[in-house]
């Protein structure tokens, strides 16, 4: 017999895989409801959704503190509740159930509901949090600009896809605009972004540019060198919704992409709360020795590997020797070892040190440089990247020991889980998604609650 917490609703169900539950909702649920008023410790009722919604919105612009609720870090990441994004979907959502069925998979009802959250908890001006769900003109022209931005991505010229950057919140721009289809193929991502209202113009969008990249250093492909954010060019509190030439749409905040859609809907995506789940993880297993950058670090690599549809794995080990039984042997000869030698004299040119760590070959700042895209191509080789808690790069292309179960769960599946009993692994699929695993239970403390287990927690 069903309990009342197992039952979902359709519009429930379409968003599933939009926040990333594979159960049921109770776990969403319950931080909801036990969410505290941020500067006391009683909680918000029922009729004060607004109010939780907007404490929420905020909680974005500063991932690394904790949240105002009664349910535990350790306890959300168990249940796979790692992001804000989940939670404020999931009510944007519910205010929009009645379109859901009928926009599915591309929800712009929601999208308009959250875009319009999101910039009405930055900045509310004189409006009040009474008017967040009822503002009705104002969602409605978020959710027309989505719409436009998905009538884009069937466009072509000349059989070429499309691309456009849109700034949020608009701005009055001047009159001389373009045809969003001309200004996406003269000042397309990368090249410009536009703030223009009259984007959202169904049928008759047009716009102009309002800021256009003089060089490249903050353009987006740069910052793959230096393993940066592609969204640093993002002011603060102000959003972007992004249309790749591939397809790919984003709902972006600064240095911080929160939504994506991507083989076939939605996704919350949220790097910075995924970093922060990453480093939960990292320090639970390395109790010492962690380099401070490396969270950050993997977690932009497994990024741009995912949003250019590359699969790969990435573990951090204490040393090779404590994962040594589960790995196949490389031979002298093994291309991945003479690989790994080219990489570290690449590495040591680059540093002009002797013993140097990811960190070490990647200059932050406007200029860009370092050995990001190098990394990114030795993470998409066959088998493991496998570094240790310092940040150093221990081995490549390691393929982990087939077993029975692999049949059941794929084959980086399989190894991600068997290095995650060792440390902490990243699966990156070549469908774009990310998933964390952790394994503590074969620790002696392993049943203390300061230990955590995940098994492919996913954040992108």
């Known amino acids: 017999m069903l309990r009342e917490s197992d039952i979902i609703d359709l519009w429930e169900l379409l968003i599933k895989n939009v926040i990333a539950i594979d159960g049921e909702f109770t776990p969403i649920k319950?931080?909801?409801?036990?969410?505290?008023?941020?500067?006391?410790?009683?909680?918000?009722?029922?009729?004060q959704?607004?109010?939780?919604?907007?404490?929420?919105?905020?909680?974005?612009?500063r991932p690394d503190s904790e949240w105002p609720t009664k349910v535990k870090p350790i306890e959300r990441l168990r249940t796979n509740v790692y992001s804000p994004v989940q939670l404020l979907f999931w009510k944007a959502a519910e205010h929009s159930k009645d379109q859901l069925e009928f926009e599915y998979?591309?929800?712009?009802?929601?999208?308009?509901?959250f875009i319009n959250l999101l910039l009405y908890?930055?900045?509310?001006?004189?409006?009040?949090?009474e008017e967040l769900w009822s503002d009705n003109e104002r969602i409605k022209v978020h959710r027309r600009l989505a719409q436009s931005v998905f009538q884009l991505r069937e466009v072509r010229e000349e059989r070429e896809p499309l691309s456009i950057e849109i700034e949020l919140p608009f701005e009055d721009c001047e009159k001389n605009e373009l045809p969003i289809k001309k200004l996406a193929q003269v000042f397309g991502r990368g090249i410009a972004t536009s703030r223009d209202k009259h984007l959202s113009d169904i049928g008759n969008a047009s716009g102009?540019?309002?800021?256009?990249?003089?060089?490249?250093?903050?353009?987006?492909?740069?910052?793959?060198?230096?393993?940066?954010?592609?969204?640093?060019?993002?002011?603060?509190n102000r959003l972007s919704l992004i249309l790749r030439r591939d397809g790919h749409v984003t709902i972006a905040m600064s240095n911080n992409p929160l939504l994506e859609f991507?083989?076939?809907?939605?996704?919350?995506?949220?790097?910075?709360?995924?970093?922060?789940?990453?480093?939960?993880?990292?320090?639970?297993?390395?109790?010492?020795?962690?380099?401070?950058?490396l969270p950050l670090n993997l977690i932009n690599l497994s990024y741009h590997l995912a949003t250019h549809w590359h699969g790969g794995l990435i573990a951090v080990v204490s040393d090779l020797e404590s994962v040594k039984e589960h790995l196949i042997e490389q031979t002298q000869d093994d291309p991945s070892k003479?690989?790994?030698?080219?990489?570290?004299?690449?590495?040591?040119?680059?540093?002009?040190?002797?013993?140097f760590k990811i960190s070490d070959v990647l200059r932050k700042g406007e200029d860009g440089e370092g050995l990001g895209r190098l990394l990114l191509s030795c993470a998409i080789q066959d088998?493991?990247?496998?570094?240790?808690?310092?940040?150093?790069?221990?081995?490549?292309?390691?393929?982990?020991?087939?077993?029975?179960?692999?049949?059941?769960?794929?084959?980086?599946?399989?190894?991600?889980?068997?290095?995650?009993?060792?440390?902490?692994?990243?699966?990156?699929?070549?469908?774009?998604?990310?998933?964390?695993?952790?394994?503590n239970s074969e620790r002696i403390d392993a049943g203390s609650e300061a230990f955590l287990n995940v098994e492919a927690l996913r954040i992108h």
């Open 30 to 47: 319950q931080v909801w409801d036990n969410w505290l008023h941020p500067d006391s410790s009683v909680g918000i009722d029922n009729l």
């Open 383 to 439: 088998g493991a990247m496998i570094l240790n808690e310092k940040g150093e790069l221990l081995s490549l292309g390691r393929i982990v020991k087939p077993k029975a179960e692999m049949l059941d769960s794929g084959a980086r599946r399989h190894a991600a889980k068997t290095l995650g009993k060792n440390g902490v692994a990243i699966a990156i699929s070549h469908d774009g998604a990310i998933r964390l695993f952790s394994d």
């Open 338 to 355: 003479k690989l790994l030698i080219h990489v570290h004299q690449c590495m040591k040119n680059f540093s002009g040190l002797d013993s």
């Open 49 to 61: 959704d607004n109010l939780k919604s907007t404490t929420l919105a905020r909680q974005l612009t």
């Open 105 to 113: 998979p591309f929800c712009f009802s929601a999208i308009g509901n």
């Open 262 to 293: 991507y083989d076939g809907g939605w996704h919350t995506v949220d790097i910075s709360s995924g970093k922060a789940a990453l480093q939960s993880l990292l320090e639970m297993r390395f109790t010492s020795g962690l380099d401070s950058e």
């Open 208 to 236: 102009s540019a309002i800021r256009v990249f003089e060089n490249h250093y903050n353009t987006p492909m740069n910052r793959l060198y230096s393993l940066d954010s592609v969204f640093g060019h993002i002011t603060e």
């Open 121 to 129: 908890a930055w900045d509310p001006g004189e409006r009040s949090a």
